[in-house]
Each structure stands twice: as C-alpha cells, then as structure tokens.
T-cell receptor, first 114, second 109 residues
C-alpha cells in the first residue's frame, strides 16, 4: 500500500470552530488531492496540489482552504466549521510516469460538526 | 458532473462472472478509462485502467470497443469479498478524478 496517512482519523467539533486535517505521504508524489464523500455520493474534489505551494480549487471548495509547504504534507482547513461539512474526507496522491495513472487514497477522516 | 454512466446496483452469486458496463459518450482523445473499487469505510482502490481494446490484470479485465464510448469491467468468479462499490471514470494523467455514484455490487452465497 502507498504510504499515505491522515490525521486525525475521527473528529467531532462544534459549529464555528476551525479544523485542520492533515495528509502525509512518504511516496514523494507531486500531486495531492482532498475529496469529501457523503452518503449516497461518490467522492467530490475539494482542492488539489500539483507541487509545493501550488494549489487549485476543485468542485466543492467553498468553506475550505489548503496549504502545502512541503512535498509530503497537504493540509485542509475548515476556517469555521458548519454542519454541512460533516463528511468523510479522503486524501489522495498521484504521480505521472510510465504505466497506469492511478491515485492512491488514504484511509479517510470522519468529521462530525455538531 | 460525472462524465460516465453506470448501473446503480447489481447482484450476483459466488463463482459467477460479473460484467459492469459504463457509458462515456463524450470521452476525450487523451482520456483513459479507469475503474476503482471501494469498500465501506475505506478509500477507493485502483483496479484497472485502459485506453483501447482489452486490458487484463490479476483481478479483472477491461474491454473497450473501438469507438471508446463505453467500457466493460469483467470480474471473473466473484466471491463475497468482491461486494463493494465500483466506480468507472475517464481521466487524464495528472488531473483530479470525477466520481459518479458508482455501481454497488452485492455478491451472495
């Protein structure tokens, strides 16, 4: 399995509080992604990064910000959490090279906003 | 919006071959066709990827006709542990993946 960890794995927080989720990789992959998954839906892209300090918005970026100061870490911040941000968050990494292009997913963070 | 259409659910029995067809009428020249598998409470896992014709690996085969407007994932002799959600995606290298709702495969004994 690709070396991807997410922390925390579970978190309960109150509406209006800031929350930061961390994705850490040991594969030295250039691309990193944050997705959210809600019941009955596939994964939806929040933000992605194509290099250190290079990030861009995805489909559902409102209310989220990201930072990538090192290759191995990609942080997702909810500046002021809302109940609609209750979800499972997945980080993914990828690299372009020979062979199939695939993304490797982390184990997920289950976030509950009360 | 997802760029693919696939059945919402399928049922099968252990030992049978399962074929899941995906429609991607607007596939671009640079797009690959990729299938992912997801178990409950886990992240998606890459199964197979192809561009045209047939691709086979140790777990599945992928059939792609010449016009590339559809593809079929074939799982030989499924077992209970193949019960999962299967996502069909079209994507280019280095780009984010656009997921639909996938196909929920239920395998019974």
């Amino acid at each position: 399995d690709a070396g991807i960890t997410q922390s925390p794995r579970h978190k309960v927080t109150e509406t209006g509080t800031p929350v930061t989720l961390r994705c850490h990789q040991t594969e030295n992959h250039r691309y990193m992604y944050w997705y959210r998954q809600d019941p009955g839906h596939g994964l939806r892209l929040i933000h992605y990064s194509y290099g250190v300090k290079d990030t861009d918005k995805g489909e559902v970026s409102d209310g989220y910000s990201v930072s990538r100061s090192k290759t191995e870490d990609f942080l997702l911040t909810l500046e002021s959490a809302t109940s609609s941000q209750t979800s499972v968050y997945f980080c993914a990494i990828s690299e372009i090279g020979e062979g199939p292009y695939e993304q490797y997913f982390g184990p997920g963070t289950r976030l509950t906003v009360t | 919006l997802a760029k693919t259409t696939q059945p919402i659910s399928m049922d099968s029995y252990e030992g049978q071959e399962v074929n899941i067809t995906c429609s991607h009428n607007n596939i671009a020249t640079n797009d690959y066709i990729t299938w992912y598998q997801q178990f409950p409470s886990q992240g998606p896992r890459f199964i197979i990827q192809g561009y045209k014709t047939k691709v086979t690996n140790e777990v599945a085969s992928l059939f792609i006709p010449a016009d590339r407007k559809s593809s079929t994932l074939s799982l030989p002799r499924v077992s209970l542990s193949d019960t999962a959600v299967y996502y069909c995606l079209v994507n280019q290298a280095g780009t984010a993946l656009i997921f639909g709702k996938g196909t929920t495969l239920s395998v019974s004994s």
